[in-house]
C-alpha cells in the first residue's frame, strides 16, 4: 500500500509514502526510492528497535502496541522508517494504529517537517504503551494486595510475566534506539531534540514500570509456591506421623490375623477385646514417645 502523501511544511516540503511489506510491488518500489541497504533495512522479515544514520537519512526502526482484532496487546508490531529532510518512507508487516493516526492527521493538520512527523509518532506509540505498562503495574499491586490479604489472586500471574516479558523484549532496544535518535548529529533534527529526548525518558520509565511490575509478581508467585510447598510439607509429614503410629499396629493384626494352627486365645472368649486393648494402649505409647522425642 502506497499512502502517497505529500505535504510542504512551513519550513521543508516533504512526501511521506506508507508501503505495506505483503504486497510483492514494495520491495521494487522501494528500490526506486531508496538505496539498496535502506531498502533492506525496511525490508527484513524480523526486525527490533533500532536508529541508525544512512544516507543524509534515518533508518529508525519501532515498535507499537499491537491494537489488531484478535492479537495480544504485546505482541508488539513494527514500523520501518527511512526518514530525510524531504522524505519519509514508512512500512509495515502488520497494521500500525499509530500510523493510521498519523494518516489521518495529514489529511487534516500535518506535522510540518519530516522531524516533527517522527517526533509525534514517536509520542503517540509511547502513550500506547504507558497505558499497557501502567495496567499490568495495577495489576501486579492488585495480586500483592490479594497475597497481603490471605487470597488468591484474580490475575493470571504467570500470564501477566509473560505479558511483561514480550514488552520488556522490545521497548528496551526502542528507548534505546529513540535516545541515540535523539543524539544524533543532524542539525534538521534540533527543533525536536528536546522533545525526543523526553520521549526516550518516558520510554526508560515504562521499562522502570514494567521491571517494577514483574519484580512483584515474582514476590507474589514466590509467596504462593513457598504457601504450596508449606501445605504439602505439613501434609506429608501429617501422612508420615500416622504411618508411624499404625506400622506396628498392622503388623500386630496382620501377625493375629493368619489362619495357622497354634495361634494363642483362639480358644480364650476374651481374646479378641485384649487384642483391640492392647493396640489401643501400643498406639497411644507411640503417640507419646513420639511427643516424647518431640517429632509431634
Not at 508488539?76 to 508487516?93: G, H, K, P
Not at 534540533?190 to 525526543?196: E, G, K, M, N
Not at 521491571?211 to 513457598?226: C, G, I, N, S
Request: aromatic share 6%; glycine share 6%.
Amino acid at each position: 500500500m502506497d499512502a502517497g502523501i505529500s505535504k510542504s511544511g512551513a519550513d521543508v516540503p516533504y512526501q511521506w509514502s506508507h508501503f505495506d511489506l505483503n504486497d510483492p510491488a514494495t520491495h521494487d518500489t522501494l528500490a526506486s526510492l531508496a538505496p539498496e541497504d535502506v531498502v533492506g533495512g525496511l525490508t527484513q522479515p524480523e526486525t527490533r528497535p533500532r536508529c541508525d544514520p544512512m544516507h543524509d537519512g534515518i533508518l529508525l526502526i519501532l515498535r507499537g502496541i499491537n491494537l489488531n482484532p484478535g492479537a495480544d496487546a504485546e505482541d508488539m508490531v513494527s514500523i520501518r522508517l527511512f526518514v530525510t529532510r524531504t522524505q519519509i518512507l514508512s512500512v509495515w508487516a502488520r497494521p500500525v494504529f499509530a500510523i493510521k493516526r498519523m494518516t489521518a492527521r495529514q489529511q487534516d493538520t500535518p506535522p510540518p517537517t519530516t522531524v516533527d512527523w517522527i517526533n509525534d509518532l514517536a509520542i503517540d506509540l509511547i502513550t500506547t504503551i504507558e497505558g499497557v505498562s501502567l495496567k499490568l503495574d495495577d495489576d501486579a499491586a492488585a495480586a500483592e494486595e490479594s497475597m497481603l490479604e490471605g487470597h488468591t489472586p484474580d490475575t493470571p500471574i504467570t500470564q501477566k510475566r509473560i505479558q511483561i516479558v514480550k514488552l520488556r523484549r522490545f521497548i528496551g532496544p526502542m528507548r534505546d534506539a529513540l535516545t541515540r535518535l535523539a543524539g544524533l548529529d543532524l542539525p534538521w533534527l534540533d527543533p525536536v531534540r528536546l522533545s525526543l529526548r523526553e520521549t526516550a525518558n518516558r520510554s526508560l520509565r515504562c521499562v522502570e514500570e514494567l521491571d517494577a511490575a514483574k519484580d512483584r509478581l515474582v514476590a507474589v508467585q514466590d509467596h504462593f509456591d513457598l504457601q504450596s510447598a508449606e501445605r504439602l510439607g505439613r501434609n506429608s509429614y501429617i501422612l508420615s506421623v500416622i504411618a508411624a503410629i499404625f506400622l506396628p499396629l498392622g503388623f500386630l493384626t496382620g501377625l493375629f490375623g493368619v489362619n495357622v494352627a497354634g495361634m494363642p486365645g483362639t480358644q480364650w472368649a476374651p481374646a479378641f477385646l485384649a487384642l483391640c486393648v492392647g493396640s489401643a494402649i501400643m498406639g497411644v505409647a507411640l503417640w507419646a514417645w513420639l511427643r516424647w522425642m518431640k517429632w509431634l
